[in-house]
């Protein structure tokens, strides 16, 4: 029997929606909003180094994202609040005959402090992943954000043959750009294996922190022994990182060293991990 046609070329889909608030009370970041609509979380606010350090663990209950999903998490650290953001695992892109989508909104308020370190993103082959990040900072607000992709499933003997990843981030302090970037890659492109693009790696990683470091600093983060192909530029008042890689942990070992030396010289505290990264 045949279908309908809007029955045939419907694809159930998921849209999932995330939206964190965090105030200063006396010398405590606390929670002040939580509101979620679908499979998107956060696990109960940890103080792991004190009260003015909130940290929250976002989760995606279903474990990864197909075509037509669209998750939209957005945070907004009050002044003088310091809020640290991560993930209990991997997010995967599966593949899909349609785009999924994810829009990441953050606000950062003058004196505060906002850290987004989640895990890795996969990238299956045949996904169509659209990610778009966009981050307000005002006054003196500080911040770190990194993110890391894998494209394909090495282990598994799978290239990133099909599909496309596209990736668009700005930052913005008081409404002045700070960083404006476009990513956009193929499946199956020359670019994957070219000396000017990936090289034959199939991870790649950017770390970028607000602040500028001194030459002893930045010579100590580019002296840092690892696996991985990076460097780091200094521009006003952002610092940048980026790595190329074979394994997504070893990315995300170079980005934890680098988090480890800049985190005091630029936010101001000693670097504790996570206990989750560890589990």
């Excluded at 070329?9 to 679908?38: I, N």
């Excluded at 003015?52 to 907004?76: E, F, K, M, Y």
């Excluded at 101001?268 to 589990?279: F, H, K, Q």
Aim: proline share 6%.
């Amino acid at each position: 029997m045949n279908l309908p046609a809007h029955t045939a070329l419907f694809t159930p889909s998921w849209h999932a929606e995330l939206e964190l608030g965090y105030g200063r009370f006396g010398d405590s970041t606390r929670p002040v909003q939580r509101r979620h609509k679908g499979p998107l979380r956060v696990q109960k606010h940890l103080y792991a180094e004190g009260p003015q350090v909130c940290q929250h663990i976002i989760v995606h209950p279903p474990g990864g994202i197909a075509g037509g999903d669209r998750l939209d998490i957005s945070a907004h650290v009050g002044p003088d609040a310091w809020a640290q953001l991560t993930s209990p695992g991997a997010a995967k892109w599966y593949r899909a005959a349609g785009p999924a989508y994810q829009q990441l909104d953050l606000t950062v308020e003058a004196g505060a402090t906002l850290e987004w370190l989640p895990q890795e993103t996969i990238v299956f082959s045949a996904a169509r992943a659209e990610l778009t990040t966009r981050i307000e900072l005002q006054g003196d607000a500080k911040l770190l954000y990194w993110d890391v992709v894998a494209l394909g499933r090495p282990a598994s003997g799978e290239r990133f043959a099909s599909g496309h990843f596209q990736s668009h981030v700005d930052i913005r302090r008081d409404g002045r750009l700070l960083w404006h970037e476009r990513q956009r890659i193929i499946g199956g492109d020359g670019l994957l294996d070219s000396p000017i693009g990936l090289d034959g790696k199939t991870v790649f990683a950017t770390l970028l922190i607000t602040g500028e470091v001194d030459s002893e600093l930045l010579e100590a983060c580019r002296s840092l022994s690892n696996p991985v192909r990076g460097d780091l530029t200094q521009l006003p008042g952002l610092l940048v990182a980026r790595c190329l890689a074979d394994e997504a942990l070893h990315a995300r070992a170079w980005l934890i060293e680098l988090w480890k030396l800049l985190r005091p010289a630029l936010l101001g505290r000693e670097a504790l991990p996570p206990r989750i990264w560890s589990t």
